[in-house]
Antibody, heavy 121, light 110 residues
Framework: QVQLVQSGAEVKKPGASVKVSCKAS????????MHWVRQAPGQGLEWMGL????????SYAQKFQGRVTMTRDTSTSTVYMELSSLRSEDTAVYYC??????????????WGQGTLVTVSS | QSVLTQPPSASGTPGQRVTISCSGT????????VNWYQQLPGTAPKLLIY???QRPSGVPDRFSGSKSGTSASLAISGLQSEDEADYYC???????????FGGGTKLTVL
């Protein structure tokens, strides 16, 4: 069965960076796309971007351009999301979510359990 | 402020039918399909409806979706206590070149 297992909670100071991992299993890693979605406490969902595990190409939401980097390691079927220059507004649960299509036809059919990132001085 | 607009809350009694609306623009809902996600308290979102009105395997047929113009709706019939959750609509936005979500609707089963 498809599983996405994320790394544990993080506490970071303002200005620091955080790197969250998402390990995939139960399907062929390079045949899908991996998206990242975050949810601030008590708030809605916000799409951050995606990575194509096969070639490593990325597409980021305009809001996060220049601050987010998504990478992958095909040898371990793991994708990573690194967010830099953290501020308090980045405190959120970060989810990875799989999609089998690109763009408008995609549907996020499996989600990781979420990683809480807390930014506090 | 979310790009797609949903009512913040909805409610119904067991057995009732409730609908949740999602309003967008010509660059998102007006030109692309809509997905719906259900988020139970303390859990990750789950795909509920895709391509406007398709249900993934395992989703009861009590859940249905529709789209007209720049708006979409999620209907839940035969409401059950376990349907109490947050519901989000989502669509690709051609102008932003990315996915946008509604602000979410908290469904309470009275």
């Amino acid at each position: 069965q498809v599983q996405l297992v994320q790394s544990g909670a993080e506490v970071k100071k303002p200005g620091a960076s955080v790197k969250v991992s998402c390990k995939a299993s139960g399907y062929t890693f390079t045949t899908s796309y991996m998206h990242w979605v975050r949810q601030a406490p008590g708030q809605g969902l916000e799409w951050m971007g995606l990575i194509t595990p096969s070639g490593g190409s990325t597409s980021y939401a305009q809001k996060f351009q220049g601050r987010v980097t998504m990478t992958r390691d095909t040898s371990t079927s793991t994708v990573y999301m690194e967010l830099s220059s953290l501020r308090s507004e980045d405190t959120a649960v970060y989810y990875c979510a799989r999609a089998q299509d690109w763009g408008w036809s995609a549907k996020f059919d499996y989600w990781g359990q979420g990683t809480l990132v807390t930014v506090s001085s | 402020q979310s790009v797609l607009t949903q009512p913040p809350s909805a409610s119904g009694t067991p057995g009732q039918r409730v609908t949740i609306s999602c309003s967008g623009t010509s660059s998102n809902i007006g030109s692309n399909t809509v997905n719906w996600y259900q988020q139970l308290p303390g859990t990750a979102p789950k795909l509920l409806i895709y391509s406007n009105n398709q249900r993934p395997s395992g989703v009861p047929d009590r859940f249905s979706g529709s789209k007209s113009g720049t708006s979409a709706s999620l209907a839940i019939s035969g409401l059950q206590s376990e349907d109490e959750a947050d519901y989000y609509c989502a669509a690709w936005d051609d102008s932003l070149n990315g996915w946008v979500f509604g602000g979410g609707t908290k469904l309470t089963v009275l």
